[in-house]
Every structure is written in C-alpha cells, then in structure tokens.
C-alpha cells in the first residue's frame, strides 16, 4: 500500500531533550515536507526536500533541522525542544516538486505526530 | 493579513443539505487550487484539484474558483455523515513557482444524521 508513515504518533518530553520524528514513503516520491499543524493557524511548512541532499527551510524553521541522506526517508530532529514546539506534525511527499509544465503532483500525507513538549 | 482566509466554524448541517465551503485569498498569483479533507487523528488527503479559473465536479463534490474576486468554493451535495471532517483549502503559485502550498486554517464540516 502507498502510503507516508510517520514515527511515533505520540511523543511527550521535556524542554531540552532531543528528538527525532521518523518519515518515510513507499512511493518513489522526490519531494517530501514537513508540516506543524496548530490551531487558528493551519498547516505551516518547517522544511522541505527537493530531492537526495537537498532540504530547504519553509516558513517557520526555526528550532527544527532535517536531513535527506536516502529518497524514502526525511527525518525531522528538535535538537533542543521547547514548550512552542508542541504541535501537530505531518510529513508529507509528493511524486515532483513543481507544479507548472510537470502539472500539479498531490501531496500524500502520513498520520501525523502528536508532540508535547512540557 | 494571512494570504489564504477560511472560517473555521464548525459548520453544522442536517444529512441531505448541500454544503458550501469557502475560501479568500490575497495572492493574485495563484494557480493551483485544492481542497484537502481531514479526518479526525489522520492527515489531509487531496479531494478535489482545479487549475486557474472555473468549476470541476466529481461525484456530489464541486469545485469552483472565481479569480477576479479571489474567492473558491467547495460544495457538497447530499450531504452524508461520513462527510464530517475538517476540509482545508490549499493554494500555489503558476507555471514557474516552485511547489509551495499555502494552506487556510481549515474548516470543521459536522452532518448530522
């Protein structure tokens, strides 16, 4: 079955102590994502691949890193968590990056990370 | 002002209504129009798609963008519980943008049987 499979669902920890959110698609896809979702404000971008080795910040960066060593997989890592880092989080991959000459490639998304940070 | 306005309700109907969802935006340069469903503790799945101006069906879903009042649509007919979710209107820019997604705040949909 295709699909995005994030790790875990769940997750509570205190300020400080590293983590790492797993992602990974069956799909073959070369763009993968990483959304926060939070209340009153939507699904906001943190990072994004374009492909292998490449990762860009999206909108709201700040406190998160990635790393794109293999095409199926896109971790997102809170080196040091802070108490605003509790969200909703969704990875998410799509078959191209660009919509435009290539038309429109729909994003897939996993099930999502519940995170507290307390 | 954020780029992309929806009311998040919740929007309460009886089963059989029609629903209609709506979505402002500010950025002329939108292209790609979307609409996401999310269930509740799963992730958005794309509903319907539409490219620059006019309406698309499919099933009892319809789609429809008005580009000179910036303004899309998303109606349900015969509306069904199993419709109640949370619908998210999502964006992007044209044919040179890289693929960036702006996304309203979402909608809470609740048909009552």
């Known amino acids: 079955e295709a699909q995005v499979t994030q790790n875990p669902r769940y997750l509570i920890t205190v300020t400080g102590k590293k983590l790492t959110v797993t992602c990974s698609q069956n799909?073959?896809?070369?763009?993968m994502s990483w959304y926060r979702q939070d209340p009153g404000l939507g699904l906001r971008q943190i990072y994004y691949s374009m492909n292998v080795e490449v990762t860009d910040k999206g909108d709201v960066p700040e406190g998160y890193k990635v790393s794109r060593k293999e095409k199926r997989n896109f971790p997102l890592i809170l080196e040091s968590p802070s108490p605003n880092q509790t969200s909703l989080y969704f990875c998410?991959?799509?078959?191209?990056?660009?919509?435009?000459?290539?038309?429109?490639?729909?994003?897939?998304f996993g099930n999502g990370t519940r995170l507290t940070v307390t | 002002q954020k780029e992309v306005e929806q009311d998040p309700g919740p929007l309460s109907v009886p089963e059989g209504a029609i629903v209609s969802l709506n979505c402002t935006y500010s950025?002329?340069?939108?292209?790609?129009f979307m609409w996401y469903r999310q269930y509740s503790r799963k992730g958005p799945e794309l509903l319907m798609y539409?490219?620059?101006?006019g309406n698309k069906e499919d099933g009892r879903f319809t789609a429809q963008v008005d580009k000179s009042s910036k303004y899309i649509s998303l109606f349900i007919r015969d509306s069904q519980p199993s419709d109640s979710a949370t619908y998210l209107c999502?964006?992007?820019?044209?044919?040179?943008?890289?693929?960036?997604?702006?996304f309203g705040s979402g909608t809470r949909l609740l048909v009552r049987p």
């Open positions: 999502a964006m992007s820019g044209g044919m040179d943008s890289s693929y960036k997604l702006i």
């Open positions: 539409t490219y620059s101006s």
């Open positions: 998410a991959s799509s078959l191209t990056a660009f919509g435009g000459r290539q038309g429109h490639s729909p994003l897939h």
């Open positions: 799909m073959n896809h070369e763009y």
């Open positions: 950025n002329s340069a939108f292209q790609y």
